[in-house]
């Protein structure tokens, strides 16, 4: 599976797409300052970690993402696998909760009516920030088979700003893993400013 770097989304791809493709670079990590890592090697013997709150705030929202369900067809029985024992999605910090108010995350899977579309927007407005939003399957992401109906929105980036896109109709509960610690990295990189 690879990690294509966007504009703003990260896009998750099957490997049979990435066939031809050039094996992507890993991002180089920060230099360090030598100050700072002294500090911290001093310091790391006594019990002691030196960080920046960005970092801080970073490794808390990565490690306690809530996420929301907003199952709308097929794909919703594989989302709900994912927190499952056999895939333990709490293992990795993203439990699930039931009230938009106490969310972070929302993952939208399965066909989006026209019907349905203000419903999203409207859930989605009652999210605190910093908010995310993982596009959970092909109807999801454009419209998949019913593309064509006139019913049918195509693809739920229209409605609300999508962070992630996974792939597949419907994608294993891996894929939606995946597509989780895509956006935990996701928001590493991201400073708390920006979003």
């Not at 019990?47 to 306690?64: K, N, Q």
């Not at 293992?91 to 019907?115: C, E, H, W, Y």
């Not at 409207?122 to 910093?130: L, N």
Request: hydrophobic share 40%; proline share 9%.
């Amino acid at each position: 599976m690879g990690l294509i770097k966007g504009s703003e989304p990260l896009l998750l791809r099957s490997p049979a797409v990435d066939a031809g493709a050039a094996p992507a670079r890993p991002l180089a990590p920060a230099p360090a300052d030598p100050f700072v890592t002294d500090i911290n090697d001093e310091l790391a013997d006594k019990g002691f970690l030196v960080t920046s709150t960005d970092e801080l705030i970073h490794w808390a929202r990565t490690g306690s993402l809530m996420w929301m369900t907003f199952g709308l067809a097929c794909c919703a029985v594989e989302m709900m696998q994912m927190s499952m024992p056999r895939y333990d999605a709490e293992r990795f910090g993203f439990a699930p909760r039931a009230s938009p108010r106490q969310s972070d995350v929302m993952i939208v899977a399965g066909t989006l009516t026209n019907k349905m579309a203000p419903a999203l927007r409207k859930v989605y407005d009652q999210m605190p920030e910093p908010r995310y939003v993982i596009s959970m399957g092909s109807c999801a992401n454009g419209g998949g088979y019913y593309h064509y109906s006139y019913s049918v929105v195509r693809g739920c980036d229209r409605i609300v700003p999508v962070d992630i896109y996974v792939p597949g109709c419907p994608p294993t509960a891996e894929a939606l893993l995946y597509g989780v610690l895509l956006l935990q990295r996701k928001i590493r990189r991201t400073g708390t400013i920006e979003r």
